[in-house]
């Protein structure tokens, strides 16, 4: 009954590592879907070298009339606040620099929305709030420069609990000097009217919020936008408010795309030739560890199709040559440590062990073993992360994963193949490429 379970329980896991690889690799249109589906592998972001980017390049001007050129902490403030526009987008490789000292170059990945984030960069709203409908100056006006963050969202109208109208548009959140000014603004629009406005400088009237009854200190408000019927559309309204916060203008002068560095063929030339790797060294398992090396064959096609979803899933992955490289090494940690436990079974069985006994004792005794291996692989790929640049961070993230997969292949998957492997087969040696020791009689 054993025997024909452990059987089953093979055909099943075979079957859906199956239908898994099938998943990662296959790309087929979705009946009835706008969308095609494009598999793990084909879902995972390319960096710079492995795929396209967007360039721009913007010419930084001071607002002021009064200053002639911006000052180099300017730059530096432009440069970081940009940074972080695109970091809220997503993505490990977005570049922001300094050119010729009047001139900042951006560069971020090819994305459906990268061509509309160039042009927000380069459209400057901005706006004032008011507790009246007028292009007047009024005396609890908020300008730009005390916004502190904008968000593209969706929400009500009103902060009325009995409104039910939504609509697309920006989340405003203030500093500390905002923050005061807009509860001493809802302090008065509470008593005169209930509604705050939003107009730009030149006195355009953007939206209105309705429905304040009383102060509000939450430092945040939202702008209802009728005209935006989408998410990413609030989000590009969001960043030109962002941008309308600075103290300077960027005006874009350049804009394209760049090619890839190595370009897409080398995608499919790196897993040509990972493919053959694999292939070569499952031979050289099969060949030294037989059954044991079949199931350490199945553990890594599982440890794969992991690493495949993983890197679609996780929006901090960015794939470039160096973090193939990292899964590479991520990948071989995992047949380090099986080979680890399967010498440990082996020197088990020569010691005269059962095979059974042999398989309980190498995975108690290769424990340390295996996680002083994890602990170096997973903590060096922490440091790397963490103080390296830009490429070593996919090259950290690929084997961190890797080790993180690894433990669990080995105590996890491999332990349970095990588990099943030995009623099918608890006393023949040569299945598994185990010998006795021989012993001096003499």
């Given at each position: 009954m054993a025997k024909r379970f452990s059987i089953i329980n093979y055909v099943l896991v075979s079957i859906l590592?199956?239908?898994?690889l099938f998943f990662s690799f296959a790309s087929f249109k979705i009946p009835f879907y706008v969308n095609d589906y494009a598999g793990f592998a084909g879902a995972i972001s390319l960096s710079y070298d492995l795929g396209s980017g967007q360039t721009a390049v913007f010419d930084v001007e001071p607002?002021?009339?009064?200053?002639?050129?911006?000052?180099?902490?300017?730059?530096?403030?432009?440069?970081?606040?940009?940074?972080?526009?695109?970091?809220?987008?997503?993505g490990a490789y977005n570049q922001v620099g300094v050119q010729?000292?009047?001139?900042?170059?951006?560069?971020t990945l090819q994305s459906d929305i990268s061509s509309?984030?160039?042009e927000a960069l380069g459209t400057r709203?901005?706006?004032v709030i008011r507790g009246e409908a007028t292009e007047e100056t009024t005396q609890y006006d908020i300008s730009a420069n005390t916004i502190k963050r904008c968000l593209g969202t969706y929400q009500t109208t009103s902060a009325s609990s009995t409104s039910s109208s939504y609509s697309y548009g920006v989340y405003i959140e203030f500093d500390t000097q905002g923050t005061e000014q807009y509860r001493e603004l809802t302090n008065y629009v509470a008593d005169n009217g209930n509604t705050v406005y939003f107009y730009t400088i030149d006195g355009?009237?953007?939206?209105?919020?309705?429905?304040?009854?009383?102060?509000?200190?939450?430092?945040?408000?939202f702008l209802p936008l009728s005209s935006v019927t989408s998410q990413d559309d609030a989000n590009m309204n969001a960043i030109n408010i962002l941008m309308g916060s600075l103290d300077v203008e960027l005006t874009m002068t350049e804009n394209g795309v760049t090619t890839a560095y190595l370009g897409y063929n080398t995608v499919n030339y790196v897993g040509i030739a990972l493919l053959v790797a694999f292939v070569c060294l499952s031979i050289i398992m099969i060949v030294r560890y037989r059954d044991l090396g079949l199931i350490s064959l199945l553990t890594s096609l599982i440890n794969i199709v992991l690493y495949l979803f993983l890197l679609q899933a996780l929006p901090i992955v960015t794939l470039s040559l160096s973090g193939i490289v990292g899964c590479v090494l991520g990948y071989c940690l995992t047949v380090l440590c099986h080979i680890v436990l399967f010498e440990k079974m082996k020197k088990e069985y020569a010691m005269g062990r059962k095979i059974s006994l042999s398989f309980k004792l190498a995975y108690k005794d290769s424990l340390f073993t295996i996680l002083d291996i994890m602990a170096i692989a997973l903590i060096g790929s922490?440091?790397?992360?963490?103080?390296?640049?830009?490429?070593?961070?996919?090259f950290a993230i690929g084997i961190f994963i890797g080790g993180v997969l690894s433990i669990f292949s080995i105590y996890c998957v491999t332990r349970?193949?095990?588990?099943?492997?030995?009623?099918?087969?608890?006393?023949?040696?040569?299945?598994?490429?185990?010998?006795?020791?021989?012993?001096d009689e003499n």
């Open positions: 590592v199956a239908i898994g607002v002021s009339t009064d200053a002639d050129s911006v000052t180099e902490k300017q730059m530096d403030d432009t440069v970081e606040f940009v940074r972080d526009i695109l970091a809220s987008f997503g010729n000292q009047s001139s900042i170059r951006v560069q509309q984030l160039m709203t901005q706006i355009t009237q953007l939206g209105s919020f309705s429905g304040i009854t009383r102060e509000v200190t939450t430092g945040a408000t922490l440091a790397l992360y963490f103080v390296g640049f830009d490429l070593l961070k996919s349970l193949f095990t588990k099943w492997y030995l009623p099918l087969n608890n006393t023949k040696e040569s299945h598994l490429a185990f010998k006795r020791e021989v012993t």
